[in-house]
């Protein structure tokens, strides 16, 4: 035999050497996925146990502090990882899964990255999306996205986010569904829904990961990573169901937050993870740690060092250490010291590589890094169109005074003014992955595409977003005044709002409020478009623009949602997530509160009342508020009965008229009050909506069923119970805006 037959033997010897063992270490495909684990931990050493609890960063990109680390390839050919974030595209997920399969015992590699709006075509940001209170288009928005990721090799998103979040100071608002757990929890499902598509294993699924688990929306002073304190009872009542909600749909995976709730860190948190999330609710996937959040429990002053912080956290239910190197430097020590049982870090890698099972790594770890796939995927036509629909649902018409809006296409000079007018990079908004020559549409393009030679568009900046000079102000009034309408572009940067960008002015910012009073001294109508991650406070423009429109951060079509909005190709439907303050001392706000003794009935009257004696309690604009180019009239309540039993149920009908000129959507709102209880109740809760489509002229029954689960809460024994008595039935097109009423009785 040559020495080349030789080598070429030897070589296919030894492959064929690692591919039996391969197979043995991993079980037999088609052999139910609990015994193929079971196979596979029995061949595994503690330390390589321990490497399936551990996930490091690329050093490429990252989305918080990097510990260094020169060996991250060497540490996986030598099973010390298990998952690794921030790796992304079909070539690059292809060429570190190789390293994974040099390793003893080729357990494939987790992908994860933060997919929260989008991966390659940009979605609006999730509040933004959230407006739209359309659940289908934020399923499909979520299914795009998914789809997207998958052909790129990654295999999870770490979202959705579902934190209640009460306070627009806190800069992660952007990132949720605003301050209300029905609504909340429904847009949990759908985006757990598209995100997983048909099942885990398909090729266009990826992994969701709902975070923050929990509380995290409700940090002290709207302040990010700040303490959270609060009862049990509204722990399980607001802040938990979102949670469930995205656990019931079938949710992957968990992360745990940074907070600590009562004292406690959520990374260590065995009420949290092992009481409820894996105990009561009985959840099966993994729970990963957020960004460092491990080692940060020394900071926090609930770990001495980081040996401690692995210990308290592996206890408290983390399975996963993202980017803290505690588990993979202090693990195997603490179990070996008897400080951590090995039951515990076999539950956690049972977990995780169940789920590497569930998405069929293990029969082809490369399944998801396929070039041409993602090629043909990304980026497509169909999936921005997808991308425009949901921005044009998502944005919020606050004000259309004298019906300003929308513009007559025969108009013949626009005035577009403002320092977000030309903007594309702001319109991605924050937690968008980040691409070269990326294209995202401004509203000057918007309008210029729409518009072409008809309309002469006049552009003038005026001002920038955050600073003091009023330079360009003359410019700006000079191209009003030679305008038939004048539209400004005003708002925040994309990095004002997200993660650690928490504020404590949340007015619009610098002077760009100035910047509209000097326009509207032109004379002209002043229609303005306000981007922004959050709640903002701009009273003056309020009370004096001609127009609003909150278009948040709408993500690669942003120009072109807005201009087919301002000249009515689409009727504007969306419905504000969350409250919207007129100062930040009214912060938190949100509509569902309880009553005191001492109420507020008339705001002109406070004497003696829970109220402000230099604001009134209400909001500037309400939960649930969102105005239309037409009319919807509400009429012809019926219920089927007064009362019901704790089986039962009433049939609520009514009649919904489009009685304008355009067609559009109306969000219908059916809020309930239980009027006694034995603990206080809000005011009203939101239990139930839908969004209709209806042709001018066009009529349509409406229906929603009550029973008793919208009757429910949590009593003081955190029983979820619907207690006897009377209830409000409230239907609105706002939760200040009630058109209907009515009253029923639950009996015993």
Known sequence: MTSNNFRKLSFVLMLSSSLCNNVFAQGKKGDPIEQRVN?????????????????????????????????????????????????????????????????????PLLFGLDVIHGYRVTFPIPLAEAASWDLDAIEFASRVAGREAAAAGIHWTFAPMVDISRDARWGRVMEGAGEDTYLGSMIAKARVRGFQGKGLGELDAVMACVKHFAAYGAAVAG?????????ERHLWEVYLPPFKAALDAGAATFMNSFNDLNGI?????????????????????F???????????????????????????????SDMDMESYAYVNFLEKLVKNKEVSEDLINDAVRRILTKKFEMGLFDDPYRFSDEKREKKELNSAANKKVALEVAQKSIVLLKNQNQVL??????????????????????????????????????????????????????????????????????????????????????????????????????????????????????????????????????????NADAIMYT??????????MANVLFGDYNPSGKLPMTFPRSEGQLPIYYNYN??????????????????????????????????????????????????????????????KNDGKYAGEEVVQLYLRDKVASLVRPVKELKDFTKILLKPGESKEVTFVINKEKLSFYNKNLDWVAEPGDFDLMIGTSSDNIKLKDTFQLLD
């Not at 321990?50 to 030598?78: C, H, M, V, W, Y």
């Not at 959520?266 to 996937?285: H, P, S, V």
């Not at 020394?298 to 040996?307: L, Q, S």
């Not at 704790?646 to 609520?652: K, R």
């Open 595 to 656: 009553n005191t003794g001492r109420p507020v009935i008339n705001e002109n009257n406070i004497h003696y009342r829970s109220a402000y004696i230099d604001s009134p309690n209400s909001p500037k604009y309400a939960f649930g508020y969102g105005l239309s180019y037409t009319n919807f009239a509400y009429s012809n309540l019926t219920l089927s009965s007064k009362s019901l039993n704790q089986d039962g149920s009433i049939t609520v009908k009514f009649t919904l």
């Open 552 to 561: 948040w951060w709408l993500g690669s079509e942003a120009g072109h949602a």
């Open 287 to 317: 729970v990963v740690s957020d960004w460092g959040s491990v080692r940060e429990m020394v900071p926090h002053g609930f770990a001495k060092d980081n040996e401690e912080a692995a210990k308290y956290a592996i206890k408290g239910g």
């Open 406 to 543: 929308p513009l007559s296409k025969d108009v013949k000079s626009i005035a577009l003014v403002g320092p977000l007018a030309k903007s594309a990079e702001d319109m991605k908004g924050f937690w968008s992955v980040v691409w070269d020559n990326d294209h995202l549409v401004s509203l000057h393009e918007g309008l210029e595409t729409k518009q072409g030679k008809k309309t002469q568009i006049n552009y003038a900046k005026g001002c920038n977003i955050n600073d003091d000079d009023k330079s360009g102000f003359a410019d700006a009034v000079e191209v009003a005044r030679k305008s038939d309408v004048v539209v400004v572009a005003v708002g925040e940067a994309f990095d004002m709002s997200g993660e650690a960008k928490s504020r404590a002015n949340i007015h619009l910012p610098g002077v760009q409020e100035e910047l509209i009073k000097e326009l509207k001294k032109s004379g002209k109508p002043v229609v303005v478009l306000i981007m922004a991650g959050r709640p903002l406070i701009f009273n003056w423009t309020a009370d």
């Open 223 to 231: 302040r990010d990573y700040n303490t959270v304190d609060m009862s």
């Open 265 to 285: 860190p959520a990374t260590a948190n065995t009420y949290l993870q092992r009481d409820i999330l894996k105990g009561k609710w009985g959840f099966k996937g």
């Open 39 to 107: 196979d596979l931990m029995s061949k595994m050493t503690l330390q390589e146990k321990i490497g399936q609890l551990n996930q490091f960063t690329s050093d490429r990109t990252s989305t918080g502090p990097i510990s260094a680390n020169s060996n991250k390839l060497k540490d996986i050919e030598a099973g010390k990882v298990g998952s690794m974030l921030n790796v992304r595209g079909s070539k690059d997920t292809r060429m570190v899964q190789e390293a994974a399969m040099r390793s003893r015992l080729k357990i």
